[in-house]
C-alpha cells in the first residue's frame, strides 16, 4: 500500500488528493479505507509524505523538504544525512534547529538560491536548510546539574548541544533525594519551541559530581550506554562456549575449513589488550614473491543472523573504550575468550590469503574459512624492540621482521597512489586504583602500529573488491571527497601565513602540503584546519570510496568483535544466500549513529577524568608545566593545543602579569610590552592549567614564566570550550571519523 502511494504522489500528472480520492485513483475498495489512512500516517511520521490544508496530500520533494537524521556538534550547527541516496548534506545553522537534537529524525526544508545566481566556488555555501518538524526522537533522557532558582527547579544539560536548561518539578519516586548541585537524569516530556525552555522529569539521581564514580557513571547514563546485557544474551553466550572447547577445535566446526594450525601466526595488540581479533602469517616463496595470510576472528561461525546475540550486537552497533571501561559489543566469553585468537589455542577464522611480489603488488587473493594456533602473541613495544635490533635466529622472528618490510613496501605504495598523512599521536590515560589519573602516555604511529595496520587496510579492501565483483549487497567503509569551497577557504588560512599551496582539489597538492607541514613550527595547527575541512566517514550501502586512503572500494573487514559492520560484511562474503534481518540502508545509518555516539563517550570519559586531574592540581598548587603549540591568536588571547594533555585551551591576556599586549590582525601577532616578546600562531611556549571548570567544560591555561607560576583570583572570563587535541582525528564534525581497531594508535579507518 505504501509502495502505491509513493509512486502515485510522484506521477506528473498527480494533484493533491484527499483520502476519497486517493482511494478512487487507486482504485481501491470503500472498506480499505482504514488501510490507507494507516499507510498514510506511516509516510506522513516517516517524513516522505505532507498533508496540506484540506488534508491532502503531497510528496515532501514537492515542498522542497527533506527527511532524514540530524547530527547537532558541541557549536550547536546541524547536519543532516538524506533519507534518499544520492541527496547532498544539508547545513543547518544554530538557530534554525528548532526543538530537534542530536540522532533525531527531522524534515528539513532547503534553502531555495534565487534563479540565475550562480555563486563562484570560492564563496559558495553549503546546501543548507532549516527544521520545520522532529519526525522522531533518538532519545529522551540526558543527564544534567539539578539547580534551583527562586521560583523553579531546572536541570542544566551535561550535552552542551541541548541550548536550554530543562524545567523540572520536585523529584517523586526516584530512590534517594536529590541536593541541588547532583547529577540526576532527566526526562524530556515537552519542548514546543526554540524560544522556550524544555520541560522534564527527574528519573534517576546519580549523586555529587565529585562522588566517587558518578563521572563515569554520568558519560554511561548521557550516551545511553549498557552496563549489563540481556539474560537471553548471556544464556546464548553460555550455551555457545558450554558447548564447545576453549582450546582445540572439533570435528565439526574444522569442517569445510582450510587447517592453517601450523602455520606461524601471530598477533600484536596493546598491552591491555584481551579481544584479538586478527593475526597474521607470511612466508617467503621464492626469492620473486610471498604469502600473506590475514586472519580474521570468525564471529559469524557463533553469531547467527536474528539470534538474541545478533540482535544486542547490531542495537550496540561497535564496543565503546572509555578511560576506565569497555562497553563490548559481544558478551565477554565471545570477545575475551571463543572469538579471540589467543596463543596456544584452536581459533576459527575467515582468511584473506595474498600472494605479493616483493613490492608489494598484489598478484593473486584468496577467501576462505580457516582454523589457526597463534604461536605468540606480541604486543606492539615488543614488536619495536625487535624490529631495531637484527632478527634472532628464531623463525617467528625472521618473519616479522620480512613482514615490517613488506608493510613498509605497502605503506609506500600507498602513499604513492595518493594516499593522505592524517596521522596524529594519542594519548593514553592511565588510572590507578582510585579511578585518577596516574599518568598520561604518548603512543606515536612507530612501525609496529604501521606493521598490522598496512595488512588490514590490504584486506580491506580486497573484501571490498570482492563483494562490488560479486554484486552483493554491503555495507561499505565511505569517506567522501570535502567540498571545492570548504577546501578553498582552508587555502585561502594557509595562503594567509605565507606558505605556499596549490590547488587542494588535485590530491598530488594535498599531499605536498601535508610533507609540508613535516618541517614547519606551524604544521601541527595547520594539519589540524585541515581536518576539520573534510567530511565525515560513514557507512553506506553503496561503495562511494575513500578519500582520506585514496580508495574506490573499501569496507570493514577486519574487528568483527567490536564492531558490527565487520560482521555485516563476513556473511555477505562468505554466506551464499545471507540471511538480512534489516535493511542494509537502516544498518549502515545506525551503525553511522552509534560510531559518532561512542567516539563523543570516549572523549567526554577523558575529558571528566583530565578535568579532575586538573583541578587537583589547583587546588594543592602543584602545577605541572606543559608543552604547548599556538594554534590561533586573537585580540583577548591565543588558544594552545597540549599535546601531553590531549586537550586544547585558551590563553587569556588578562593572565599575564606585567604585560601589556598589542594585536596585529594582519600578521595575527601579539607583541608585549615593555618585553617586546612576539606571540604568534605555530610558536612552541611552556604553559600550565589556569582555569578549569568541569561543569561548562572549559579549560584556560597560563604562560609557565616569571609570576605566571602563582595561582591567580578568578575574573569575569568564562574561559573557552576544552577540546579534543587532535591525537583522534574524527572527534570533530569535519574530521574524517577513524575507528580504532585497537585500544592503541591502531585503526581501522
Known amino acids: 500500500m505504501e509502495d502505491k502511494i509513493v509512486k502515485l504522489l510522484g506521477r506528473a500528472d498527480y494533484a493533491p488528493s484527499n483520502v476519497p480520492e486517493l482511494i478512487k485513483r487507486l482504485d481501491l475498495r470503500p472498506n480499505q479505507q482504514q488501510e490507507i489512512q494507516q499507510a498514510l500516517q506511516r509516510l506522513e511520521a516517516r517524513g516522505q509524505i505532507l498533508r496540506t490544508k484540506g488534508n491532502r496530500y503531497i510528496t515532501a520533494r514537492e515542498a522542497d523538504l527533506v527527511p532524514g537524521v540530524i547530527s547537532i556538534n558541541r557549536q550547536g550547527k546541524g547536519f543532516l544525512q538524506p533519507d534518499e541516496a544520492g541527496v547532498p548534506e ?55 546539574t539539578l539547580q534551583r532558582s527562586k521560583q523553579f527547579l531546572f536541570v542544566i544539560p551535561d550535552d552542551p548541544r541541548i541550548p536550554h536548561s530543562i524545567y523540572v518539578p520536585e523529584p517523586r519516586d526516584v530512590g534517594r533525594r536529590p541536593n541541588i548541585g547532583d547529577k540526576v537524569v532527566v526526562e524530556i516530556q515537552q519542548w514546543e519551541s526554540r524560544q522556550t525552555n524544555p520541560e522534564g522529569e527527574i528519573i534517576e539521581v546519580l549523586g555529587a559530581p565529585d562522588e566517587e564514580g558518578v563521572d563515569m557513571l554520568s558519560v554511561l547514563r548521557n550516551y545511553d550506554l549498557p552496563l549489563h546485557f540481556p539474560k537471553p544474551v548471556l544464556h546464548e553466550a553460555a550455551t555457545i562456549t558450554k558447548s564447545r572447547s576453549l582450546t582445540d577445535a572439533s570435528a565439526e566446526d574444522m569442517q569445510r575449513r582450510t587447517d592453517c594450525r601450523s602455520h606461524l601466526v601471530i598477533t600484536i595488540d596493546p598491552d591491555d589488550a584481551k579481544d584479538f581479533d586478527d593475526a597474521i602469517c607470511l612466508k617467503r616463496l621464492s626469492k620473486d614473491c610471498v604469502k600473506l595470510w590475514v586472519h580474521i576472528a570468525d564471529v559469524s561461525h557463533y553469531v547467527t543472523p536474528g539470534s538474541p546475540l545478533d540482535i544486542e550486537a547490531r542495537k550496540r552497533g561497535n564496543s565503546t573504550y572509555l578511560v576506565d571501561r569497555v562497553i563490548p559489543m559481544l558478551p565477554e566469553a565471545l570477545s575475551n575468550e571463543l572469538c579471540s585468537l589467543k596463543p596456544d589455542v584452536d581459533r576459527l577464522t575467515k582468511c584473506v590469503e595474498f600472494l605479493l611480489s616483493n613490492t608489494g603488488e598484489v598478484l593473486e587473493t584468496k577467501f576462505y574459512p580457516a582454523a589457526i594456533r597463534s604461536k605468540r602473541r606480541f604486543t606492539y613495544q615488543e614488536v619495536l624492540t625487535r624490529l631495531q635490533q637484527p632478527p634472532i635466529d628464531d623463525p617467528v622472528e625472521s618473519m616479522l621482521h620480512e613482514a615490517h618490510a613488506m608493510a613498509q613496501h605497502l605503506r609506500r605504495a600507498r602513499f604513492k597512489n595518493g594516499s593522505l598523512d592524517l596521522d596524529f599521536p594519542e594519548n593514553k590515560i592511565r588510572l590507578d586504583e582510585q579511578g585518577r589519573v596516574l599518568r598520561i602516555d604518548r603512543n606515536e604511529n612507530d612501525v609496529s602500529h604501521q606493521l598490522i595496520e598496512e595488512y588490514m587496510l590490504l584486506a580491506n579492501e580486497a573484501v ?6 560479486l554484486n552483493r549487497p554491503a555495507v561499505y567503509r565511505v569517506h567522501e571527497a570535502p567540498k571545492a569551497q570548504r577546501l578553498q577557504q582552508y587555502r585561502e588560512d594557509v595562503l594567509s601565513h605565507r606558505i605556499p599551496c596549490g590547488n587542494l582539489t588535485l590530491r598530488p597538492e594535498v599531499q605536498k602540503l601535508l610533507e609540508r607541514f613535516h618541517d614547519l613550527a606551524i604544521g601541527p ?38 564492531r558490527y559492520a565487520d560482521l555485516v560484511i563476513h556473511r555477505a562474503l562468505f554466506d551464499k544466500k545471507p540471511a538480512i534481518t534489516a535493511s542494509l540502508k537502516e544498518t549502515a545509518e545506525h551503525l553511522s549513529v552509534t560510531e559518532r555516539n561512542s567516539a563523543d563517550a570516549e572523549r567526554d570519559s577523558k575529558e571528566v577524568k583530565l578535568y579532575a586531574y586538573l583541578k587537583a592540581q589547583l587546588q594543592t598548587g602543584e602545577l605541572q608545566t606543559y608543552p604547548a603549540l599556538v594554534t590561533d591568536v586573537r585580540n583577548f588571547g591565543f588558544f594552545v593545543d597540549v599535546p601531553s594533555l590531549g586537550m586544547s585551551g585558551l590563553v587569556h591576556l588578562s593572565s599575564i602579569p606585567n604585560e601589556f599586549f598589542v594585536f596585529d590582525p594582519a600578521r595575527s601577532e601579539l607583541t608585549g610590552r615593555p618585553s617586546r616578546r612576539v606571540i604568534k600562531l605555530g610558536d612552541n611556549i611552556d604553559v600550565h592549567v589556569w582555569r578549569v571548570d568541569s561543569f561548562k567544560k572549559q579549560v584556560d591555561f597560563q604562560l609557565a614564566t616569571g609570576d605566571a607560576g602563582k595561582k591567580p583570583a578568578r575574573t569575569a572570563h568564562g574561559g573557552t570550550r576544552g577540546k579534543a587535541a587532535p591525537a583522534k582525528p574524527g572527534r570533530a564534525r569535519h574530521e574524517p571519523a577513524k575507528t580504532q581497531t585497537k585500544r592503541g594508535n591502531r585503526r581501522a579507518r
Open 525 to 562: 595547527a595547520l594539519k589540524i584546519g585541515f581536518l576539520r575541512s573534510l567530511m565525515r566517514a560513514r557507512y553506506a550501502v553503496e561503495p562511494l570510496g575513500h578519500y582520506g586512503l585514496a580508495k574506490t572500494r573499501y569496507a570493514h573487514f577486519t574487528s568483527p568483535i567490536r
Open 464 to 469: 571490498a573488491g570482492r563483494l562490488m565483483g
Open 90 to 144: 544539508i547545513v543547518i545553522p544554530e538557530s534554525a534547529t528548532a526543538t530537534a537534537l542530536n540522532g533525531d529524525r527531522v524534515l528539513v526544508r532547503r534553502e531555495i538560491k534565487p534563479r540565475g545566481l550562480r555563486p563562484s566556488p570560492k564563496t559558495e555555501a553549503d546546501s543548507t536548510g532549516a527544521v520545520v518538524r522532529v519526525l522522531e526522537r533518538k532519545r529522551s533522557q540526558f543527564v544534567g
